[in-house]
């Protein structure tokens, strides 16, 4: 906790309920957020920069998972396949089309979230068991598309040593 709150009154609920309450809060979170996304991209090492990346990534797709099943109860087998849908975009877009990284970035959000709604609308009505079979439906039908041979021989083909490279900055 990086503040206290002695003597300070809540007059309303969305005073209560707010993540940061005091303004020192909010200031010292988005220095720290400031710092974090200027100077650790350029100061670590390739290597180290690479596997930051993918504890992000991990700590993205945990995040999601914990809200959807710590805050609404429901159980989602098939929470990777949307995930991957997005990462597919973002990597097809920086090595075919070489575009920087927040557009792939919002891309790749925009397609996961796409992909989530064509399964997720549908699904609305469902809960429980039959919610944990559709979504691991949807994570079946996305691994089956991206394993089929057009898209692993000619369509769909990335090369990682493009994408890995730092040759943009």
Known sequence: MIHRECG????????DMALYPLPIARWTVAVLAVLFFTLIPLTLHEYY?????LVWVAVVGALGL????????????????FMSVGAYT?????TRLGSPWPVNLLAGGLMAAL????????????????????TFAAQYVSRASGSCEYCA???????SRKFISRSDR
């Open 8 to 15: 300070v009154l809540k007059t309303t609920y969305q005073a």
């Open 49 to 53: 920069l690479s596997v930051a990346n």
């Open 66 to 81: 914990n809200i959807l099943v710590g805050y609404t109860g429901q159980v989602s087998i098939g929470h990777g396949a």
């Open 90 to 94: 973002a990597a097809n877009l920086a």
């Open 115 to 134: 992909v989530g709604a064509v399964v997720g609308i549908p699904s609305l009505r469902i809960k429980g068991l039959y919610l944990a079979i559709s």
């Open 153 to 159: 021989h000619r369509a769909c083909s990335i090369n």
